[in-house]
């Protein structure tokens, strides 16, 4: 079965510093993984997603993730944290054709510090 | 292009009640998939439906359920309501339901008292 590990359910930083929020899968087949944010009151919007091509994936405001097989971590980062980075992260796993269905970690609060 | 919608935004419900809780996807999206959510559990899948099948579902009792209709619009349905249903209803479309991007609605905050 197919599961996400989100390492961290808060993380904080200071403003300008690097945001590293860490997600690890376990998958017996290659997995499709995907990152989400969630602001307050609202739904989710994807951030970026990878699916068997390149290993480093470049999202959304500014962020990016590295698909690690040997690992099986998809950790998200960002050089320099902005204010309005402060939301709830989720790392997912999809797989195969599983088509809507998403497996979702138990998601990670980023604070940032001005 | 307008995105996901869901309706109503917040309700209250009690005990024993039942709920519907309606999605209307991005236009030409015929994948729809509901998820619950909820501080203690998190994100979890509910059910996907794609060209008014339920293709897939997660492991809920069976005082949930869903249907779609042919223009992809999506309800949900949950009856006699308990206390630990209260949580946010989240509607995700997609193209086609393959492992592409699935676009979020604001969800349904239910609160059952």
């Known amino acids: 079965a197919q599961s996400v590990t989100q390492l961290g359910s808060h993380v904080s930083v200071s403003e300008g510093a690097l945001v590293l929020l860490r997600c690890n899968y376990s998958?017996?087949?290659?997995?499709?993984l995907f990152w989400y944010v969630q602001y307050p009151n609202q739904g989710l919007q994807l951030l970026l997603k990878?699916?068997?091509?390149?290993?480093l994936v470049k999202g959304i405001n500014g962020f990016e993730a590295e698909f690690k097989k040997s690992e099986t971590s998809f950790h998200l980062t960002k050089p320099s944290a902005h204010m309005s980075d402060a939301a709830e992260y989720f790392c997912a796993v999809s797989v195969g054709n599983q088509g809507g269905k998403l497996i979702f970690g138990q998601g990670t609060e980023l604070s940032v510090k001005p | 292009k307008a995105g996901v919608t869901q309706t109503p935004r917040y309700l209250i419900k009690t005990r024993g009640q039942q709920v519907t809780l309606s999605c209307s996807p991005i236009s030409g999206h015929r994948s729809v998939s509901w998820y619950q959510q909820t501080p203690g559990q998190g994100l979890q899948f509910l059910f996907e439906y794609f060209s008014e099948t339920q293709r897939n579902k997660g492991n809920f009792p069976g005082r949930f359920s869903g249907r779609q209709f042919s223009n992809s619009r999506s309800e949900m349905n949950v009856s006699t309501l308990e206390l630990g249903d209260s949580a946010l209803y989240l509607c995700?479309?997609?193209?086609?339901?393959?492992?592409?991007?699935?676009?979020f609605g604001e969800g349904s905050r239910l609160t059952v008292l």
């Open positions: 990878y699916t068997s091509a390149a290993t």
């Open positions: 995700a479309s997609s193209l086609t339901g393959g492992v592409g991007e699935l676009f």
């Open positions: 998958s017996s087949v290659p997995p499709y």
